[in-house]
């Protein structure tokens, strides 16, 4: 498919909600990588997939927000980053046809370029070779999502438009600072909106961290920040601990009653991240109209 993200600055468009979770109500043992399962039971990835096309989404994800080289490391699989990320793209492409779209995931490295960490070099690198294998597995455009660093950001943005010539979207999680607006090393909306507008990136956006009744001022802020269309992802509320398990309090209804505040902000995309499942798209799809 090809897309113009002219068309997403136009108009709401709704997205998927969180995949690790449905993962685990599917059998994904506590701890385990999500993402070998493009791998090991595809079928459950691709019934994820599906239940949020089912469910409204108008843009769905990959499996592969682990999927890279540094995050892969910690189950041993660096090697086999390029085979998991196009194993993901590929079953979200085949759920999506032609009317939805996929955006490939890409997730932090868990290093800080600030610390000295790892080279930046070794990060570009690594972001590169997702992203390689993203396009290869047929997705309409990248998402950096999730990120806390600037730098490190900016370094995904760079390395996905390096390495392929599709749209990226640069997404952070801005839950600190005395009202909430600004990630935990103190960038702002703004911030992230300028650097990844100069670093060529067609959306920018906030997922994580919050909910939804967080997102309305952060996506006001972006508007007022740039011209960009506004990616916006919730979680559904903050978690809690029940029995040992960690549980997000907040249902579909209540979720999506907070949608309306959040688009008339300036969102041009919304969705769901942690603990919002494909009920909470349909409420979502269903209160927007």
């Known amino acids: 498919m090809t897309i113009s993200f002219d068309q997403f600055a136009e108009r709401v468009t709704v997205t998927d909600g969180a995949w690790g979770t449905q993962l685990q109500l599917r059998g994904l043992p506590a701890g385990a990588c999500p993402d070998v399962w493009n791998l090991e039971n595809p079928d459950a990835v691709e019934t994820v997939a599906r239940s949020y096309v089912d469910a409204g989404s108008r843009v769905i994800l990959t ?27 590929a079953i979200s492409r085949r759920v999506a046809g032609d009317a939805v779209a996929v955006f490939g995931s ?3 490295s ?20 997702q992203a390689g294998a993203l396009a290869r597995g047929g997705v309409d455009a990248i998402l950096c999502e999730t990120f806390t660093e600037l730098e490190e950001a900016l370094l995904a943005v760079g390395a996905a438009r390096a390495a ?37 990136a067609a959306a920018v956006g906030a997922n994580c961290g919050a909910g939804p009744d967080h997102f309305g001022p952060l996506a006001a802020l972006f508007a007022e920040a740039t011209d960009l269309p506004v990616w916006i ?12 398990r960690t549980v997000f309090p907040m249902g579909p209804e209540a979720f999506a009653a907070q949608a309306r505040p959040i688009v008339d902000a300036g969102a041009s995309f919304i969705g769901g991240c942690c603990g919002t499942t494909p009920a909470h798209i349909a409420a979502l799809c269903a209160a927007l109209g």
């Open 63 to 89: 499996n592969t927000f682990c999927s890279g080289p540094f995050s892969l490391s910690q189950h041993s699989l660096a090697d086999r980053c390029a085979e998991i990320v196009e194993a993901g793209a």
């Open 106 to 108: 890409i997730g932090p």
């Open 110 to 129: 868990g290093k800080i370029v600030m610390m000295g960490e790892v080279p930046p070099e070794e990060l570009r690198n690594s972001f590169a070779v």
């Open 164 to 200: 392929t010539d599709l749209p990226v979207i640069a997404s952070m999680t801005f839950d600190s600072g005395p009202d909430k607006t600004a990630t935990m090393m103190g960038t702002k909306p703004a911030d992230l909106a300028a650097a990844a507008a100069e670093a060529g």
């Open 233 to 244: 992802k919730p979680n559904a509320g903050l978690p809690t601990l029940r029995d040992g």
